[in-house]
């Protein structure tokens, strides 16, 4: 774990180099081409960064914030688009603002919408279900769990957890700098569609990103072959194409070996389902169903086709215990440390 550590604060001291050098050369050139030339071996760096990661945790937090968040907003910076344009202030908000799920600039009637703090209770209840999914593995109940029970209190982990870690990011940043922090999450068992998921609920920071650099440009290029109504699909099928690579992406710095294309082919059928709920809608074939019955279709889907193609590949490598094992030792080494002080 020391030599773990020491490998995590290399990664992101070289982070912070990158990000100083983009603030303090990169800026200087003119945008367009010869900008994006010069961030590419900051792009190269980013991308290489999580293969000196073993750890889960580390590895994947590194990679959605340096190789995917980082490197994709650094794309727009390139061509002077937003977050990273205007040019922030200073190195430590220019350096937040493109590793970190931070929204600089946000109406106040979005903010009304979408930045709404979470109730007490919600935020209890949501502690109390992670603490208990801990409580079952520090006992190792979820050994004597069929696959299907098991994958179900897994993806609450997960959800829960990433829920959690980016919280507490959003919020010591929200503290140091003072930004309106962009919310993660959006209670994503809510969703009353596909589109209300991916859009709106789960994940904001993915979609925020990745509409200027997929969904707009491949519209705007398709639409002089296919007509606008079709470039929309267009753009909306390659944005969910991208995300499935990226998450490809991060699935190999995990495992280490050759993609199976189970995930990619997770988010193509959401793109292709999502595009065709889209298309329905607009068309009005039929009447809209109550909230309640779209909502339960929309999480039966989410979970039957994330069983189906999105977490085989971590059972079959042993991911899950990996990770479970690191949330155990971080309480053991928690419980030592509160047992010190007291003694």
Request: net charge positive; glycine share 2%; hydrophobic share 50%.
């Amino acid at each position: 774990m020391e030599e773990e550590l020491r490998n995590l604060i290399k990664v992101w001291i070289s982070a912070l180099i990158s990000i100083s050098y983009c603030y303090y050369i990169s800026s200087k050139i003119s945008k367009g081409f010869l900008r994006l030339l010069s961030l590419l071996p900051i792009f190269i760096i980013f991308l290489l960064a999580p293969l000196f990661l073993s750890s889960v945790h580390f590895c994947v937090i590194s990679a959605f914030f340096l190789t995917w968040l980082a490197n994709f907003k650094l794309a727009l910076f390139a061509f002077d688009q937003e977050p990273l344009s205007p040019l922030p202030s200073s190195l430590s908000r220019f350096f937040c603002f493109a590793c970190f799920p931070i929204k600089t600039n946000q109406s106040p009637s979005s903010s009304r919408i979408h930045n709404k703090p979470m109730p007490k209770w919600v935020l209890a209840s949501k502690i109390m279900v992670f603490s208990f999914l801990l409580y079952l593995y520090g006992n190792n109940y979820h050994n004597s769990l069929s696959q299907l029970p098991f994958l179900a209190i897994f993806t609450i982990h997960l959800y829960l957890e990433s829920e959690f870690i980016l919280f507490s990011f959003g919020a010591l940043l929200s503290t140091l700098l003072g930004c309106e922090i962009e919310p993660v999450f959006n209670e994503p068992y809510l969703a009353t569609s596909l589109q209300d998921f991916w859009s709106r609920r789960w994940n904001r920071m993915v979609p925020s990103i990745l509409r200027p650099t997929v969904h707009i440009p491949v519209q705007q290029f398709t639409a002089r072959l296919i007509g606008p109504k079709m470039a929309f699909y267009a753009g909306m099928l390659a944005t969910f194409l991208v995300s499935g690579l990226m998450h490809e992406l991060i699935y190999f710095y995990t495992i280490r070996k050759s993609p199976t294309w189970e995930v990619t082919c997770f988010f193509v059928l959401h793109g292709v389902v999502t595009s065709l709920e889209i298309w329905v809608k607009r068309m009005r074939l039929c009447p809209p169903p109550h909230r309640a019955v779209s909502g339960i279709v929309v999480i039966v889907f989410v979970f039957v086709t994330a069983g189906w193609l999105f977490t085989p590949q971590v059972l079959r490598n042993n991911v899950h215990k990996r990770l479970i094992s690191e949330c155990l030792f971080v309480i053991d080494f928690v419980k030592s440390q509160v047992v010190h002080v007291l003694m």
